[in-house]
């Protein structure tokens, strides 16, 4: 506990040390910039400009905002007991208003190739904002490729988010109010005072009450990525007209697992532990949370949020800004983003091999930023979807209604013993005693091996191996159970009326069946149709085969099952 409270009475003081600690005056407000035009990206969804906020009356303003800000602080949408100083006046956290932007060779002299950037592209014009900077000043005023931008980072949050600046007809510049709500940033614009809310793009105090930022997509990967994705693209520069100890984290081990979050009082979850860093996706409405204790395992997840189609990606070697005194030297927590999976109305489905992300259905190679590398579809980019880095309390904190991302019920069955990797629901086509679904997990019940072949209607080469597998299931139906799963529809090979027109032209005997869980692919490395999976009666997997077997290699594999 007394190690506890020193270190947030020593953060408490390291974060007001940002004002007191150059000699010189703060930053003045920018001027407005005018006749600006902000053209967002057409295939991203964007929030509504604007919530129907429930106001409050009869507070009086946060303690000190008064004699600080010009605000309209009759007009607010949140209880003015929710926020709290966090140290540093108005601005003490001076926000960057004219950025000055270095080439990635200077800035390799004093960024590390792991350490963390912010990213942001405007029509592949992208630019890289270092968290050493940010870390610091947490806002930067921008205007890229013609479009007004706000870059954001709550450190206490780790939360990067970026903004369209022009709302109604008007750019706005913020600022840093030196208050937080739910420990995350508020921010203020210089033109209305008016208080927002980082965490949603949302003003909740003052004469805009209810406006809503359009969010651009944004990332927070290694320099080294942004580097190999954009040699022309440009950084940051630490010649920010303030004195700073750029690369040092004035947050040592403020990210380690059980610790408390600061001056956090919102909603709790055990979800997930508080400082479990997550990737937030949002998808309209809907709202699901991707942590990164599964990201750094999985690389890559499949799934489908508010009937969208997403991939969410993960890699290795991006530094903790929020861990080690110096941020070069933080622990490896990687790096995570977001996109649609549907190019030019094809549905791709993404997998890992040998460190590299690459689609299933072309074998086409993907890199973090959504960007095709090689193969047939080189040069192509996945539509970004809204995303961002989260600290789990402060994404619940604000999206309470969030899902969270789980590894499928099953994948470790616990009391039974079973070490299935990956559990899925199959619609049964025929066999199993008439039932219309199962679990894969039933097929290990009896205590034998287990082979899975994945196969589709229209594949000619699955057409020729049905036979072998109605060999192999009258030989050894006693000895191992033999399912065929239908993945026609994944791989655009037909769709279930095919399926069945083959197993009725072959008069197929063994069980058959479906499944509508795509992930299934890639947990189990289908790359291909047809794949066999051979499992051990334990649920362990013995071998995975892309291709076509003689009835002699089936012999082979089915004698080293266990």
């Keep these: 506990m007394k190690k506890q409270f020193l270190f947030f009475f020593l953060l408490f003081f390291s974060t007001a040390a940002c004002t007191s600690a150059v000699t010189g005056d703060l930053p ?51 209880s003015y007991t929710e926020i709290m100083s966090g140290g540093p006046p108005k601005d003490g956290i001076p926000p960057i208003d004219n950025p000055v932007f270095t080439s990635i060779g200077e800035a390799l002299t ?58 109604d007809g008007v750019v706005y510049d913020f600022g840093t109010s030196g208050r937080l709500r739910n420990s995350n940033l508020i921010m203020y614009d210089r033109q209305t005072e008016s208080w927002w809310q980082q965490a949603s793009g949302e003003a909740i105090v003052g004469s805009l009450t209810g406006k809503v930022l359009t969010r651009y997509p944004s990332a927070m990967t290694s320099f080294e990525a942004f580097s190999q994705r954009y040699p022309e693209g440009l950084v940051l520069s630490r010649e920010t007209g303030f004195l700073r100890s750029y690369g040092q984290n ?9 610790s408390e979050p600061f001056l956090y ?20 409405s809907a709202a699901k949370a991707y942590p990164f204790s599964i990201l750094s395992t999985e690389q890559v997840i ?42 030019d109305g094809q549905v791709l489905t993404f997998a890992v091999k040998d460190g590299q992300i690459f689609d299933m259905e072309t074998g086409t190679v993907w890199d973090i930023h959504g960007y095709a590398t090689a193969g047939a579809l080189q040069g192509e980019r996945l539509t970004p979807v809204i995303s961002a880095n989260h600290f789990w309390f402060s994404w619940f904190g604000f999206r309470p209604d969030t899902a969270v991302y789980q590894l499928a019920s099953g994948s470790d069955t616990g ?108 947990q189990y490395t289908v790359l291909g149709t047809p794949t066999t999976v051979f499992f051990n009666a334990d649920g362990s997997i013995s071998e995975v085969y892309t291709g076509l077997l003689s009835l002699e290699q089936f012999n082979a594999k089915i004698a080293a099952l266990k």
Aim: charge should be negative; proline fraction near 6%; aromatic fraction near 8%.
């Design 415 to 522: 009391e039974s013993g079973l070490s299935l990797k990956y559990n899925f629901a199959i619609e049964v086509y025929q066999g199993f005693d008439g039932a219309q679904n199962i679990q894969a997990s039933q097929l290990f019940t009896d205590g034998r091996p287990v082979v899975i072949n994945f196969w589709a209607g229209l594949c000619p080469i699955c057409v020729i191996e049905m036979d072998e597998l109605q060999t192999v299931y009258d030989t050894y139906q006693n000895d191992i159970q033999l399912v065929a799963i239908d993945i026609g529809p994944f791989v655009r090979l037909g769709d279930k009326e095919d399926a069945l027109a083959l197993i009725e032209e072959k008069s197929l005997t063994f069980p058959a069946g479906t499944t509508q869980d795509v992930e299934v692919m890639r």
């Design 110 to 167: 004093w960024l590390a190739l792991t350490e963390p950037v912010v990213v942001v592209d405007v029509d592949g014009i992208a630019r890289a904002y270092p968290i050493q900077i940010m870390t610091w000043h947490e806002i930067v005023n921008d205007e890229i490729n013609g479009v007004p931008i706000t870059t954001t980072f709550c450190p206490l949050c780790n939360s990067t988010l970026a903004f369209e600046r022009e709302l």
């Design 265 to 284: 009082f919102g909603e709790t979850s055990n979800a997930l532990d508080a400082m479990e860093r997550v990737l937030a996706v949002e998808v309209g």
């Design 28 to 78: 003045e407000a920018a001027p407005v910039t005018e006749d600006l035009q902000t053209t967002s990206p057409d295939e991203v969804e964007t929030e509504p400009m604007t919530s129907t906020p429930v106001l409050i009356e009869g507070e009086n303003p946060p303690a000190g905002a008064a004699s600080e800000f010009s605000t309209d602080f009759s007009i607010h949408s949140v």
């Design 250 to 258: 004035p947050y040592t081990g403020y990210d380690t697992p059980g």
């Design 302 to 343: 499949n799934d489908t949020l508010a009937e969208q189609e997403i991939a969410v990606f993960w890699q290795a070697g991006t530094n903790s800004a929020l861990g080690a005194s110096q941020i070069a030297s933080g622990a490896d927590v990687g790096a995570a983003a977001a996109y649609q999976r549907t190019l």
